[in-house]
């Protein structure tokens, strides 16, 4: 086979659900057993920190090889074969919620809320701002009735100057 | 007559004006994101936990089980009207609901939803009032090791009787297991994938990582596909169903409420489960099958009335022995958690108010939902109006100050964020989320009860084989993992969960 042919089934074998599954969970496995490489272990009867997780990690580790090879063990173009992302939601939604943690605390709701609709509304196509703002408003109004105002929480609501 | 007595106490505690109120809002919101495809119970009952937070515990909990059967009422309203599950336990009903749609029979489809789900909501209290205590006299015996072998029965139940891949199931239940240990080790003191964050040090709470990986993930995954277009029937004459209709269902009903309760008992069980076995069922009874499908007014009222029966059955694990069957009630013992609610056989005889109370309030909750829904049909099918692009922007503002709220830390939310994707990436990669929090809300305690054992046993593993019941658990989850190796059983387990 060809180097280009091989290229092309590594790549149809990297878009495979299972294959990118297993994967996954064998690099989260992989990192927890890293991070807790310090952990003490200790027995099973004065277990360690590290005792759980560690025993957790390397299951999880079997577990995702185990899924790996059933998705290299699938046909070629079976159900699973291929994985596509919604990039742009996937950004955007994450991208909305990040801003308000970021800022809710020092700017305030008004500005957090505002910016969570404002990076969360450009996650789907077609939508003008004046619908935005509009719906940031209710959203503002909202969230001080029932949580200021319904709850008594203390949550900064303007920016601290 | 001790069963008369407590129920007497539920009532009183359930009839208080703010309690029937709760009842109420938990009920009217699980209609609503029943009837609104795009958002479920789940993620609803997460982001709902930081309000309960404020408030008795009894009324928090009265709430976020409206909200669970609510759900189910509503499910069917979306069903039957669009053709669209307004949640997974309703996928069944859209087949024959959808066609008496058509057929210009609306009306009984929505009717006989309703009441056979009020049906099996009223038969599947008076079941959890009269096997709950036993059960629950039963849970008190067990010493750790039984504890332990009990609660991997449960995961392990849980990831046979879901549907999808098993080896992915254990596989998220490990990854929610490793999500439960960050934090501060309770016994060693020792800190466990923590980065350093002072957020981290007190460990993840249930919220975060349900409102990221449902809430979040479920807005990416409705946004990353074209919305659906939604033809809404608007028409519904007639609501009451006609002395034939009566004459089909009743029996559907029963079947339905029969299996459902059943069902929902069983680790993993629930709504979902519920309603397909029970269209399956039937199919199976009918005397001329052929009529499933061209609306059949069996294949309604035996799925909804099993998803009802399902949904409230499945309290019965989580209330007398702390161990939750599904996502939803994992959320439940989250509440109770935050309350400083020890879950677990000892609820009912130190905190019979809210035991009881509850269970009285499903009772009161459902005969709520059947006014609710039948008079008020006109406005449901309003809402299913609201194109989910303006939806979409509530829910994530919901999500983003629930768990900042919950927490009262903004860096939770930066994680609600990260859950988000990972929940997203996972439901791409047909890796369901939700064994995932079973994981999570379990793996402290099993944590706990694993230890407790080894120093019962002075390190010997040999004490979760020398117990007869602890053993008799064990080889139950064997013999349930033997059985989905089988070809046979995999062929007939992944057909339940097909459309027929």
């Known amino acids: 086979m060809t180097i280009q042919g091989n290229r092309a089934q590594t790549r149809e074998l990297l878009a495979r659900k299972n294959v990118l599954a297993g994967l996954l969970f064998m690099a989260i496995a992989i990192l927890g057993l890293w991070l807790s490489r310090d952990y003490p272990i200790g027995t099973a009867l004065r277990m360690g920190t590290g005792y759980v997780p560690r025993l957790l990690c390397w299951v999880l580790l079997g577990l995702g090889a185990c899924v790996l090879v059933q998705g290299l063990r699938e046909p070629p173009g079976g159900p699973g074969a291929d994985v596509s992302l919604g990039w742009r939601p996937l950004v955007l939604v994450a991208a909305s919620l990040v801003l308000f943690g970021l800022t809710v605390e020092r700017l305030g709701l008004v500005v957090a809320i505002l910016l969570l609709t404002l990076a969360g509304a450009y996650a789907t196509r077609g939508r003008g701002i004046v619908e935005t703002l509009l719906a940031a408003l209710v959203l503002i109004a909202l969230c001080w009735g029932i949580f200021v105002f319904g709850l008594q929480l203390t949550i900064p609501v303007w920016p601290e100057w | ?500």
């Open chain 2, 1 to 500: 007559m001790e069963l008369l007595q407590n129920l007497a106490l539920g009532f009183t505690v359930a009839m208080t004006p703010a309690n029937l109120l709760f009842a109420f809002a938990g009920a009217l919101i699980g209609t609503l994101i029943g009837v609104l495809p795009g958002i479920g119970p789940i993620a609803t009952i997460a982001m709902l936990l930081p309000v309960t937070f404020h408030l008795e515990p009894v009324s928090g909990l009265i709430m976020l089980a409206g909200i669970f059967y609510g759900a189910q009422y509503g499910g069917s309203i979306t069903a039957i009207l669009v053709n669209l599950p307004g949640e997974t336990s309703s996928v069944v009903t859209c087949i024959d609901g959808h066609q008496m749609a058509r057929q210009g029979r609306a009306g009984a489809a929505l009717a006989v939803a309703a009441l056979g789900s009020f049906f099996a909501g009223c038969v599947s209290t008076a079941l959890i009032a009269t096997f709950a205590p036993p059960l629950a006299k039963v849970g008190q015996s067990f010493g750790a090791p039984e504890y332990f072998s009990l609660m991997v029965l449960g995961l392990i139940a849980a990831v046979v009787l879901a549907h999808g891949s098993v080896l992915k199931a254990v596989a998220m239940i490990i990854l929610g297991l490793l999500v439960g240990l960050v934090g501060t080790d309770g016994n060693s003191g020792g800190t466990r994938f923590t980065f350093g964050i002072t957020t981290l040090a007190d460990g993840l709470d249930v919220a975060t990582l349900a409102i990221g990986l449902f809430g979040v993930g479920e807005i990416i995954a409705n946004l990353a596909q074209p919305e659906e277009k939604r033809d809404v029937l608007a028409k519904v004459t007639r609501l009451w169903p006609s002395a034939e209709d009566f004459r089909q269902s009743w029996p559907a009903v029963l079947r339905g409420t029969g299996l459902g309760s059943v069902l929902g008992v069983l680790p993993g069980g629930g709504a979902t489960l519920s309603s397909f076995a029970a269209y399956a069922l039937e199919k199976k009874v009918a005397r001329d099958p052929s009529r499933f499908g061209h609306g059949a007014v069996e294949g309604v009222a035996g799925p909804e009335s099993a998803n009802n029966a399902g949904a409230q059955t499945s309290f019965i694990p989580m209330l007398t022995l702390g161990i939750p069957g599904n996502a939803v009630m994992a959320l439940m013992i989250g509440a109770l958690t935050i309350h400083g609610i020890q879950p677990g056989p000892q609820i009912m005889t130190e905190r019979p108010q809210m035991f009881w109370g509850m269970i009285a309030s499903m009772w009161i909750g459902n005969l709520m939902l059947l006014i609710i829904n039948l008079p008020l049909i006109g406005i449901w099918v309003q809402l299913l109006r609201i194109p989910y692009r303006f939806l979409y922007l509530a829910i994530l503002f919901f999500c983003a100050i629930g768990v900042y709220t919950v927490n009262n830390s903004a860096a939770a939310v930066l994680l609600a964020a990260l859950f988000g994707v990972l929940g997203y990436i996972f439901m791409r990669l047909d890796c369901e989320p939700a064994p995932m929090i079973l994981g999570f809300v379990l793996g402290p305690l099993m944590e706990d009860n694993l230890r407790r054992a080894m120093r019962i046993s002075a390190g010997d593993p040999m004490i979760f084989l020398n117990r007869p019941i602890s053993l008799g658990l064990l080889l139950a989850a064997l013999v349930l993992l033997a059985m989905v190796m089988m070809p046979n059983f995999r062929r007939g387990r992944e057909k339940a969960f097909q459309e027929p």
